[in-house]
T-cell receptor, first 115, second 114 residues
Framework: EAAVTQSPRNKVTVTGGNVTLSCRQT?????MYWYRQDTGHGLRLIHY???????QIGDVPDGYKATRTTQEDFFLLLELASPSQTSLYFC??????????????FGAGTRLSVL | QEKVQQSPESLIVPEGAMVSLNCSFS?????SIWWYQQHPGKGPKALI?????GNKKEGRLTVYLNRASLHVSLHIKDSQPSDSAVYLC??????????????FGHGTILRVHP
C-alpha cells in the first residue's frame, strides 16, 4: 500500500507565526499535493508539484508557499500565519495528474490551530 | 470551475441496510468520478472510480454514472458498522487549465448502527 507520512500531526501557533508542514511519500510518485479540509468547504487544493523543484498553484494558494526538495519530500510554508489558516491539512501523492485512472494516496493529516 | 454537490449531508442506517449516496457535478466532459472514504482521524482513501456511463460493481459497492443528468451515485450493500465514515465524491476535470485536477464535494457522513 502506498505510504504518505505527514508531520507534525498537530501544531499550535500564534498569529504572525512561521509554520512548516512536512510530507514524505515512499511511493515513487511524481505528483504531490497539499489540501486543506474545512467544514462547509470540503477538500481544497492549495499547491501541487510534479517533481523536485516544480511548483504549481492550486485553487486556494493565498498565504501559502510550498517547496518540493526531492521526489519524496514536499513542504507547505505559512510565513505569517493567520487564524483563517486554522484547518486540517492533507498531503497526497499520485502517479500522474491527467491519467483517468489516477488514484490519490493521502497522509493522515496535520491539524493546525492559529491562535 | 467544476462544482460538486453531495446529498444527503448525513445518514444513519441499521446494520445490513442498503446505503445510497448521491453526487451531482457541473461539467458533462469531466474525465472520471471517484468515491473516497474517510474515517475519523484519517486521510481519505480511494474506494471506487467510474469513467464511462453506466454502472460498475466491486464487492458490496456499486456506482452508477449518468453523464446526461450529471449525476453519480454510490450504493453500499449489506452495510456494516465499519462502513461508518465520511464519503467524498471527487470529479476529475477534463477542461483547460483544470485538466487532471480533482474537485471534491463536501461529503456525506454515514453512520451504521449495530
Amino acid at each position: 500500500e502506498a505510504a504518505v507520512t505527514q508531520s507534525p500531526r498537530n501544531k499550535v501557533t500564534v498569529t504572525g507565526g512561521n509554520v512548516t508542514l512536512s510530507c514524505r511519500q515512499t511511493n515513487s510518485h511524481n505528483y504531490m499535493y497539499w489540501y486543506r479540509q474545512d467544514t462547509g468547504h470540503g477538500l481544497r487544493l492549495i499547491h501541487y508539484s510534479y517533481g523536485a523543484g516544480n511548483l504549481q498553484i492550486g485553487d486556494v494558494p493565498d498565504g501559502y508557499k510550498a517547496t518540493r526538495t526531492t521526489q519524496e519530500d514536499f513542504f507547505l510554508l505559512l510565513e505569517l500565519a493567520s487564524p483563517s489558516q486554522t484547518s486540517l491539512y492533507f498531503c497526497a501523492s499520485s502517479d500522474a495528474l491527467g491519467a483517468s485512472q489516477n488514484t490519490l494516496y493521502f497522509g493522515a493529516g496535520t491539524r493546525l490551530s492559529v491562535l | 470551475q467544476e462544482k460538486v454537490q453531495q446529498s444527503p449531508e448525513s445518514l444513519i442506517v441499521p446494520e445490513g441496510a442498503m446505503v445510497s449516496l448521491n453526487c451531482s457535478f457541473s461539467d458533462s466532459a469531466s474525465q472520471s468520478i471517484w468515491w473516497y472514504q474517510q474515517h475519523p482521524g484519517k486521510g481519505p482513501k480511494a474506494l471506487i472510480s467510474i469513467f464511462s456511463n453506466g454502472n460498475k460493481k466491486e464487492g458490496r459497492l456499486t456506482v452508477y454514472l449518468n453523464r446526461a443528468s450529471l449525476h453519480v451515485s454510490l450504493h453500499i450493500k449489506d452495510s456494516q458498522p465499519s462502513d461508518s465514515a465520511v464519503y467524498l465524491c471527487a470529479v476529475r476535470s477534463n477542461t483547460g487549465a483544470n485538466t487532471g485536477k480533482l474537485t471534491f464535494g463536501h461529503g456525506t457522513i454515514l453512520r451504521v448502527h449495530p
